[in-house]
């Protein structure tokens, strides 16, 4: 079935440093992620979306990149702070009328100062 | 705007209690949905809806039941809790076709069950 995974379950990073956080995705069809950041005790935040016919999109510090060929998705943070430190989850939209998400189960982000 | 508010936001319960968690946004979203979160298993869809009234079953609907009575309320219930039902529950809702499929979640509640 369709699926939504990251690589690495635990990143640590010192602060300042760029941190990046990667995500595979097994629909090839799937036009539409996004990044969400949780912090403890709190619920999901959007952080950044990206449609399939872009490769590369800028936020606030954050970049999300979208690689079609291997189906693979990254979101940079550059100069990491300790506010950063959190869960980070990447999505998939499964297209259908009921705009169900797939979720991948999460990378934690470690800030060290 | 809140947003999405859940109630309660801490629960404990005794085997074979029920209780129901309450979901309410005040975005005017047409879509609403019911995820739990367990260590190590992400998010998982209990049930959801697409609109006031109708309520369908996601990947982990047993032993849970919802309702939609009114556009901004989702509720779900739990009629005998069990402590495989340990978890904590999140709300979302949504509102597609404005190119942005992102959910908005509550800040959940964290449900007890022993």
């Known amino acids: 079935g369709e699926s939504v995974g990251l690589h690495l379950p635990t990143l640590s990073v010192q602060e300042g440093d760029n941190s990046i956080i990667n995500c595979a995705y097994s629909?090839?069809?799937?036009?539409?992620f996004i990044w969400y950041k949780q912090e403890s005790g709190k619920g999901p935040q959007f952080i950044i979306d990206i449609r399939s016919n872009m490769d590369k999109r800028q936020g606030q510090r954050v970049t999300v990149l979208l690689n079609k060929t291997v189906k693979h998705l990254s979101l940079q943070i550059a100069a990491t702070q300790p506010g950063d430190s959190a869960v980070y989850f990447c999505?998939?939209?499964?297209?259908?009328?009921?705009?169900?998400?797939?979720f991948g189960t999460g990378t934690l982000l470690a800030v060290q100062p | 705007n809140a947003g999405v508010t859940q109630t309660p936001k801490f629960r404990v319960l005794k085997t074979g209690q029920s209780m129901t968690l309450l979901c309410a946004q005040d975005?005017?979203?047409?879509?609403m949905y019911w995820y739990r979160q367990d260590p190590g298993m992400g998010l998982r869809l209990i049930h959801y809806?697409?609109?006031?009234?109708?309520?369908a079953k996601g990947e982990v609907p047993d032993g849970y039941n919802v309702s939609r009575l009114k556009k901004q309320n989702f509720l779900l219930g739990l009629e005998s809790a069990a402590p495989s039902q340990t978890s904590v529950y999140f709300c979302?809702?949504?509102?597609?076709?404005?190119?942005?499929?992102?959910?908005?979640f509550g800040s959940g509640t964290r449900l007890t069950v022993v």
């Open positions: 629909n090839s069809a799937s036009d539409y």
């Open positions: 809806s697409v609109g006031e009234g109708t309520t």
């Open positions: 979302a809702s949504s509102r597609p076709g404005q190119g942005n499929y992102g959910y908005t």
């Open positions: 999505a998939e939209w499964d297209g259908g009328a009921t705009n169900k998400l797939i």
């Open positions: 975005m005017n979203h047409e879509y």
